[in-house]
């Protein structure tokens, strides 16, 4: 804490422990590679999308992973898919932790009586079988790609909450936050300038675990026949697949080996940033 | 408090869960782009007659919140509705398909605790060691994998590639076996569904066994058994393992609607003719009211289910029926 250390802030510590972790960094890594591919889908792609060849082609030289019952190139539609996945896990958890940091923040500062409601819905919504009231929304509003995001954006939101709430009962009697209360502030700049960033921590490791969640989510949905017609998504290529399992095996394979990679890395690198930020846990 | 009045206490608590359940679907009619009446007929469209008479029977002039006492009352008293495709009551058809999905469950969850646990001692027996290393990356790649895709490798490999098992279907419907045979039938189209669900699961009974004995192996009476020279077996599996497992009877319970969850996307990669292929078909067909009744019925078993978690639970640990 004195001057001299300025140069190790906790963030570079946090990196550190990070970087020994050599899982996190394979995590990491995975993550990236599917990133380029999301941004880079268009150029990356050896084939248009939606440009049709030979149906059926096994992988080759020509098709890197084959192509699929209408001639579409494999890979390519994986790139794009990419794309979709990570867009959905994206929007989808920043919907769901700014509806969880509401509630929890609400609940967890204030206590009492808005706790107590607070908490009783966030219960009810963590005991409903989520996935398909999923399926029954998506069924009736629609599927498009924003639809599929609020939906799980709004249906995932108690983890966060609860995250949160506990936070806030621990760091509301800190004696920085009395501090803060004794110099006159108000109870909206406590939480979001005192306690908030103190939270972060968990949240950001909750986020990430919650990317990869919604990501499975978004490909249970158009693996049953509920995806964007509009959009690729690997949920949707599996659903083709099911139907040409005995003549193409790698329009299962593959698409679904992309998926097992992003979610893979999505929790490593989430465990690696919880052993990092919270270093008592380990 | 007794764990009579516990019971009561519980079951007054459920109600409010599934009158929330039936609110949650009677605002998606209602908010749903059309007329409510239309979800209820399909795009098949009916007569004006039956319109009129569907229209009355909701109560559609009335006011919403007496809109909501019909319908909760209907739902309540056991009328989910009427499948668009086949007219017939979707609690009718539910049920119908129910036991199948049971059956899977079961078979799988009782797979699963049994690896699971066992996994879980091995691997809390030396932290960080290379076995729990191995057994750690298992239970990673276990959460992460699409239980769908699993299910579509099975079938590759065991189903086409080595030709070991059926991979469509709960029996072999040429054969027409019946009794004994057809029990040994219905368990080898089995395998491969209880198998991929199991896998799957795995690594959450694993990973909350691991870390609740590594926990439990502190305690005082750990060391009083292993003072006593009982064997490192008799440690870990008779005195560890008992007190480690309240916390995973709990956690079984929450999860109750991702095993459902997993097991309808299972039941559709293998063609089993549970409640995830009828789920697939209402949504191929757009059938709503099925749709809504299906999570409707899976509230209820999912509530229940807790109840009967939480009972277990309380008769296994009465600190908890004190609190």
New interface residues.
């Given amino acids: 804490m004195n001057a001299s250390a300025s140069s190790i802030t906790p963030a570079n510590r946090s990196w550190q422990r990070f970087k020994a972790n050599r899982?996190a960094l394979f995590g990491l890594g995975v993550l990236i590679l599917f990133l380029l591919a999301a941004v880079g889908a268009a150029q990356l792609a050896p084939y248009d999308q939606l440009a049709m060849g030979a149906s059926f082609h096994p992988p080759s030289a020509v098709h890197l992973l084959g192509t699929d019952s209408l001639g579409e190139d494999i890979f390519t539609n994986i790139l794009y898919g990419a794309r979709t996945s990570l867009i959905v896990g994206f929007c989808a958890v920043i919907t769901s932790t700014i509806l969880g940091t509401l509630v929890g923040a609400t609940a967890g500062y204030f206590g009492g009586a808005p706790d107590t409601v607070l908490m009783?819905v966030t219960e009810?919504f963590?005991?409903?079988?989520?996935?398909?009231?999923a399926?029954?929304?998506v069924?009736?509003?629609g599927s498009s790609i924003w639809n599929v995001i609020l939906v799980i954006g709004v249906l995932t939101w108690p983890v966060t909450a609860r995250l949160l709430r506990a936070e806030f009962l621990t760091l509301r009697n800190r004696e920085f936050v009395d501090a803060a209360r004794s110099l006159g502030m108000s109870d909206f700049d406590i939480i979001t300038r005192e306690i908030l960033p103190n939270a972060l921590p968990p949240i950001i490791v909750n986020c990430t675990l919650q990317i990869?969640s919604a990501i499975?989510l978004e490909?249970?949905l158009s693996?049953?026949?509920?995806g964007d017609p509009n959009v690729m998504s690997w949920g949707t290529m599996?659903h083709n697949?099911?139907d040409f399992?005995?003549r193409a095996?790698w329009m299962?394979?593959f698409?679904?080996?992309a998926?097992?990679l992003a979610?893979?890395s999505?929790?490593?690198v989430g465990?690696g940033l919880n052993d990092a930020l919270n270093p008592k846990n380990i | 408090m007794s764990l009579i009045l516990y019971l009561l206490k519980r079951l007054l608590y459920t109600l409010?869960?599934m009158a929330?359940?039936i609110a949650?679907?009677f605002f998606?009619?209602h908010a749903?782009?059309g007329d409510p009446v239309d979800?209820l007929i399909g795009e098949a469209g009916a007569s004006q007659e039956v319109v009129d008479r569907l229209r009355a029977q909701m109560g559609l002039d009335r006011p919403v919140i007496v809109q909501f006492g019909i319908y909760a009352f209907e739902v309540l008293a056991g009328n989910l509705g009427y499948s668009v495709v086949s007219g017939a009551p979707v609690l009718t058809l539910i049920l119908e398909r129910f036991p199948a999905t049971l059956l899977l469950m079961a078979t799988q969850y009782t797979l699963a605790a049994i690896i699971g646990i066992t996994l879980g001692v091995v691997s809390a027996r030396r932290p960080n060691s290379a076995t729990d290393n191995v057994i750690t990356f298992f239970s990673?790649?276990s959460?992460?994998?699409?239980v769908?895709?699993l299910g579509?490798?099975m079938?590759?490999i065991f189903?086409?590639y080595l030709d070991w098992f059926p991979?469509q279907g709960m029996t072999n419907l040429r054969k027409g076996y019946t009794g004994f045979a057809y029990v040994l039938d219905v368990a080898y189209h089995l395998t491969l569904p209880a198998l991929t669900l199991a896998i799957y699961n795995v690594g959450l009974v694993l990973r909350l066994t691991r870390s609740s004995v590594i926990q439990v192996t502190g305690q005082d009476y750990i060391k009083v058994a292993r003072a006593k020279g009982l064997s490192e077996r008799t440690v870990l599996f008779k005195h560890a393992l008992r007190n480690a497992l309240l916390p995973v009877v709990t956690v079984i319970g929450?999860e109750i609607?991702?095993l459902?969850?997993g097991a309808?996307?299972a039941e559709?990669?293998f063609g089993w003719p549970g409640l995830g292929r009828l789920?697939?078909d209402a949504?191929?067909a757009?059938d709503?009211p099925l749709?809504?009744g299906?999570?409707l019925f899976?509230?209820l078993f999912?509530?229940l289910a807790?109840l009967v978690v939480d009972l277990l639970y309380a008769a296994l640990d009465p600190r908890i029926r004190y609190s």
């Fill in positions: 899982k009783r009810m963590q005991i409903l079988p989520q996935f398909f009231l399926i029954v929304i069924a009736l509003f990869s499975l490909t249970s693996f049953l026949g509920l599996l697949a099911q399992f005995s095996w299962a394979a698409p679904g080996l998926l097992f979610t893979l999505l929790n490593l465990d | 409010p869960l929330g359940a949650i679907i998606l009619i749903a782009p979800y990673l790649a959460f992460a994998i699409p769908f895709w579509q490798m079938i590759l189903g086409y991979i929450v609607p991702g459902i969850a309808v996307l559709t990669v789920t697939l949504i191929n757009r709503y749709l809504m299906m999570f899976i509230c999912v509530i807790n």
